[in-house]
C-alpha cells in the first residue's frame, strides 16, 4: 500500500502581516532546516481550571451551554470565521446508519475529499483501500472540481528521489515517495493535469518518461527520431483524455533539429518544422492557447510554434528597456505573461510583470513586486531566480532562499510560502494538480 506522510501543516504561505510560520504542531521557528513530522491530530483550546469546568459541575443555563469553537486545519483567521457554527457534545454518529450509506453516495464524498487525505483513509477498512481501483469513484473523482494547485519540489538525495507536495489550499506540506521512479529521471520537465515529465540520460540514451505521482504508475516514452537532449514541455487534453510532449530545439542551442510532438493516443513522436535560426534568450518556454512560445534576441521578439500547423512563425514583440532577464509563463485561456528584472544597478532594479497585448503586438505592465518583497527574495544583485506560473499564479524561487514567493494576478495578492521542500540547493519545482484519474497511456 502507498504511504504517504504528513509533514505538517505549514503556516508559511504568509500575508504581509503574518507572524515566523509554525510548522506541525511543534511551533519549529522559520530558520530550521525541515519541520518535524507531526500527528495529524490536534487538540485545541487552553485548559479550563475554574472550577465551574470541572468533572462534576454542571450549568443548567441554555445561554451558557457548553460549546465547542473548531478551526478547520489550514485555514486563516478570516476564512475560519465562517466556518463558526458551534458543534454540540451530545452529536453522535450512528454507525448503523452510516454503514448502510449507498455505494454511489459514498463514492461521490469521498471523491471531493483532498487527494491527499485518501491515503490515510484507505486505512480504514479492506473496501477503502482498493478505492484506488474502483472505477465508479474515479469516475466521481474526474467530475469534481480540481483539489486546487499545489507546488511540487522534486531532488536527489544520495542518489535517492524525493519529492514534496505543498498544498496551496490547505497549507500543508506532504511527502509522496518517489522510489519507484528509474535511477536515470533527472531533470523535471514539468506538470500537467495530474501527470508529470521526467527526462534523464540511461547511460548515452536520451529518455522521456511521464508519471503519475498519486497512482505510482510511469512508463517510458518511445524514442524520438532525433533522440538527443532536448527543450521539453508536456500539455494534458483532460477532455480528451490524452497528453502530448512537445520537444524544441537542442538543449544547448547548437544544434537545427526538427521539431518533434509525441501523442499518447498514437504512441509515437510526429515530426514538425525545423525552428528557424534564431538566438534563443532562455531554454525556458511557455505554452499558451495550444501555441509554444520561446524568446529570442535574434530577431527581437518570440518565436511561436503552432501545433495544428506544426510551423513556426516570429512575433515581433520587442521587449521592455533595461530588462536584465526575464521569464515567459503561461496564463489561463490566451494570458501570456513576461516576468523579469529591470535596471542596471541593484539599487534600482525592480521585479515586474507584463502581458502580451495579442492585438498590438506588444508588451503592457500590469504589476510590480514590492521594494520588501524584492529585496528579501533577491538579497544580491546578480542572484538567480526561478519562476514558473499555472492558471494565473506565478511563484518565484531564489538559490539562496528556503522559501518562495507567490503572486495571484486575478486577486494581486503577494504571499510567502515556507518549508523544508525549498531549502534544498538542488531541488527542481513546478507546480502540480493532483489527481487520481489522470493516465499515463
Known sequence: MITMDYIGQSSGFMSTVSSPPLLGNGGSRED???????????????????????????????????????????????????????????????????????????????????????????????????????????????????????????????????????????????????????????????????????????????????????????????????????????????MDRSFKVIAASDIYGDKSLPTEVYHSKLDRWSLHQIMPAVNLCSSKMAYCDSRLYLETLSPLGLMMHKLETGYWEHIPAKFPRSLLDGYLVAGTQKRLFLVGRIGLYSTLQSMRIWELDHANIMWVEISRMPPKYFRALLRLSAERFECFGQDNLICFTSWNQGKGLLYDVDKKVWSWIAGCALQSYNSQVCFYEPRFDASIY
Open 32 to 238: 530550521d532546516h525541515c519541520p518535524r513530522q507531526v500527528s495529524p491530530i490536534r487538540i485545541g483550546g487552553p485548559r479550563n481550571t475554574s472550577p465551574l469546568g470541572r468533572v462534576g459541575s454542571r450549568n443548567t443555563s441554555p445561554s451558557r451551554q457548553k460549546v465547542i469553537k473548531t478551526k478547520p486545519r489550514g485555514l486563516d483567521e478570516e476564512t475560519a470565521a465562517t466556518f463558526g457554527k458551534s458543534v454540540h457534545l451530545d452529536v453522535q454518529m450512528e454507525d448503523s446508519i452510516w454503514a448502510m450509506l449507498p455505494e454511489d453516495l459514498l463514492n461521490e464524498i469521498l471523491a471531493r475529499v483532498p487527494p491527499f487525505m485518501i491515503f490515510r483513509l484507505r486505512s480504514v477498512c479492506k473496501r477503502w483501500n482498493s478505492i484506488l481501483q474502483d472505477s465508479s469513484f474515479l469516475k466521481f473523482h474526474s467530475q469534481v472540481p480540481s483539489h486546487g494547485p499545489c507546488l511540487l519540489t522534486f531532488w536527489k538525495n544520495s542518489q535517492t528521489p524525493q519529492c514534496s507536495v505543498f498544498s496551496l489550499p490547505l497549507k500543508t506540506w506532504y511527502r509522496i515517495p518517489f522510489t519507484f521512479l528509474p535511477h536515470w529521471a533527472f531533470w523535471l520537465v514539468g506538470s500537467s493535469a495530474g501527470l508529470v515529465c521526467f527526462s534523464g540520460l540511461d547511460g548515452l540514451t536520451f529518455k522521456t518518461l511521464v508519471c503519475n505521482p498519486l497512482t505510482q504508475t510511469w512508463r517510458t516514452l518511445p524514442s524520438m527520431h532525433y533522440n538527443q537532449q532536448r527543450q521539453l514541455i508536456m500539455v494534458v487534453d483532460r
